[in-house]
């Protein structure tokens, strides 16, 4: 009788302690993946996570952080001319350019984002992005936020519903 008592007493120990414990493996919690791996889990992001490996750029998303990434939705890319799609993908350069230009360094909320209507963030391709709020939305340069808060180990994704394109005449003009 001693014997199950231990025994019960230890389980219900052992779940006190998973269920007020953070980030133990087996404890309830499951640990977040980098950016690439929960935008996938998430679904919607298909196009982007090709681009993303044909540009190298997974790998990028996958080092420390933080990082917020502003990641088109599936419906951005369906809405582009399905050549120019298949042409960003074989040209690296130019699609490394346009993804540097949706990672911003720092991890912002869409409180956070809400909070900075009218200032700017610097992308890893080191030009800004304008932040603005209408009509209670946030939006990215004129990318409308429409799936916010996206957690990941190294960061936060943000589904926006556009594309973001770098001030380079070259990248503009291939997409006008």
Do not use: W
């Not at 977040?32 to 996938?40: F, G, Q, V």
């Not at 996958?62 to 120019?84: H, I």
């Not at 936020?145 to 380079?168: Q, S």
């Amino acid at each position: 009788m001693k014997s199950i008592r231990r025994k019960l007493s230890a389980l219900v120990l052992a779940f006190f302690i998973c269920s007020f414990t953070i980030n133990i493996s087996g404890c309830g919690e499951e640990e977040l993946d980098h950016i690439p791996e929960e935008a996938a889990l998430n679904g919607g992001f298909e196009t982007l996570l090709v681009a993303l490996q044909a540009s190298g750029r997974d790998v990028t998303l996958r080092q420390q952080g933080p990082y917020t990434f502003f990641a088109p939705v599936d419906g951005v890319f369906e809405a582009l001319p399905p050549q120019l799609v298949e042409q960003l993908l074989l040209a690296v350069p130019v699609l490394r350019a346009i993804l540097d230009y949706h990672i911003v360094y720092g991890e912002y909320t869409a409180e956070d984002l809400a909070g900075m209507s009218g200032e700017t963030l610097t992308t890893l391709f080191g030009q800004k992005l304008q932040v603005s709020v209408q009509g209670g939305a946030v939006f990215v340069n004129d990318a409308p936020v429409v799936l916010a808060d996206v957690p990941a180990r190294n960061g936060v994704i943000h589904g926006i519903g556009g594309l973001l394109i770098p001030n380079v005449p070259e990248i503009q003009a291939l997409l006008q």
